[in-house]
């Protein structure tokens, strides 16, 4: 019964672990791409650079909250911290990969 359980928790780590990664990327790529419409606010349409400013302070607070929700324990539900590949719960012990 512990092994389907760990078996489990894998997997379930897995998934996290690639919703981790796709946001990271996500995030990145529009920070960045607002970083180029900051520069040149005329070349996707007018964009004033408070606005600009604004949606990369709301794209990185919504990539915060969402690493607060998704990458925790499947386990204990402690957060992880800021290691992206674990192999354990630092809280619980539990085998994620």
Same mark, same amino acid.
């Given at each position: 019964?512990?092994?389907?359980?760990?078996?489990?928790?894998?997997?379930?780590?897995?998934?996290?672990?690639?919703?981790?990664? !796709?946001?990271?990327? $996500?995030?990145?790529?529009? %920070?960045? @791409?607002? &970083?180029?419409?900051?520069?040149? =606010?005329?070349?996707?349409?007018?964009?004033?650079?408070?606005?600009?400013?604004? !949606?990369?302070?709301? $794209?990185?607070a919504a990539f %915060?909250? @969402?690493? &607060?929700?998704?990458?925790?324990? =499947?386990?204990?539900?402690?957060?992880?911290?800021?290691?992206?590949?674990?192999?354990?719960?630092?809280?619980?012990?539990?085998?994620?990969?």
């Amino acid at each position: 019964m512990q092994k389907k359980d760990d078996k489990q928790a894998r997997q379930d780590f897995e998934v996290r672990q690639g919703r981790q990664m !796709l946001a990271v990327a $996500i995030a990145l790529f529009l %920070v960045l @791409f607002l &970083a180029v419409i900051y520069k040149r =606010p005329d070349r996707f349409g007018e964009f004033s650079k408070d606005t600009i400013f604004g !949606l990369q302070a709301l $794209i990185i607070a919504a990539f %915060v909250g @969402f690493s &607060a929700l998704n990458w925790r324990c =499947p386990s204990c539900k402690k957060y992880l911290g800021k290691d992206i590949h674990k192999r354990m719960c630092r809280k619980c012990g539990t085998r994620l990969r």
